[in-house]
């Protein structure tokens, strides 16, 4: 395992984006790497869902404050995790996530979205690598994961567009066995780490809000 406490010459924290259609055995990577020792970001919007309906909301996607409670706990716990860390951290998600789920959801790109898009730009909050994790062929229903197999392919391609037209680099994790795929992302955040010891490709250089056309598309 590589240190996960490395520094850049810049000290800043290398942020890397885990994320996936539902049910493809994303947060079973995570927690595999947290095992490992990496420190992690859960997902928003689970938490989002899991606290709504323990308050008796059978479905807190459909209301219209969904996407930016999504939003501004992201932000808070992106904001939060990097207040005293260094290193690596590996996060379940992203305001892209966000993005894509808007376009699922058939939803405009509201203020609060637009902002943190253009704050993660502008910022370089996330490396440009980001983990994709292919789907399993099945996705297993949940509370919080109420969504067929065939709409998720529909939500992995839209997940996809989101993040190239940011300007993200995928980098795919097919399905397999769990061991593999977690040693694929070390092996792969090791060598992203390894080859940008001067900072020099930290972040993502996107395009901001206010310029993309996709996002233009769906206001």
């Known amino acids: 395992m590589i240190d996960t406490n490395i520094h850049s010459s810049r000290n800043t924290v ?17 927690r595999a790497l947290a095992d490992r020792g990496y420190d ?9 869902i899991t ?3 323990e308050r ?3 479905e807190p996607w459909s209301q219209a404050s969904f996407i930016d409670e999504v939003v501004g706990l992201q932000r808070q716990r992106q904001t939060r995790a990097s207040s005293t860390a ?3 951290q590996v996060y379940d998600r992203s305001p892209i996530c966000t993005h894509a789920l808007s376009v699922y959801l058939q939803r405009p790109i509201l203020a609060a979205l637009s902002l943190e898009l253009n704050r993660i730009a502008h910022e370089q909050i996330y490396e440009r ?3 994709f994790v292919r789907n399993l062929g099945f996705c297993e229903p949940t509370a919080a994961r ?3 197999f065939k709409d998720s392919l529909d939500f992995e391609r839209i997940h996809e567009e989101s993040y190239r037209n940011f300007g993200y680099e995928l980098v795919d994790i097919p399905a397999g066995k769990l061991i593999d795929r977690v040693d694929m992302v070390e092996n792969s955040i090791s060598r992203f780490v390894l080859r940008t010891p001067s900072g020099g490709e930290n972040g993502a250089h996107l395009r901001s809000q206010g310029t993309s056309e996709d996002q233009h598309s769906q206001e």
Request: proline share 2%; glycine share 12%; hydrophobic share 40%.
């Open 56 to 58: 008796g909301e059978a």
């Open 86 to 88: 260094t290193g690596i």
């Open 40 to 48: 992690v970001v859960d997902e928003a919007a689970t938490a989002v």
């Open 146 to 148: 109420r969504i067929s």
């Open 129 to 131: 690598q980001v983990f």
């Open 51 to 53: 606290q709504a309906q």
């Open 14 to 30: 290398k942020r890397f984006i885990l994320t996936g259609t539902p049910g493809s055995g994303k947060t079973s990577v995570l």
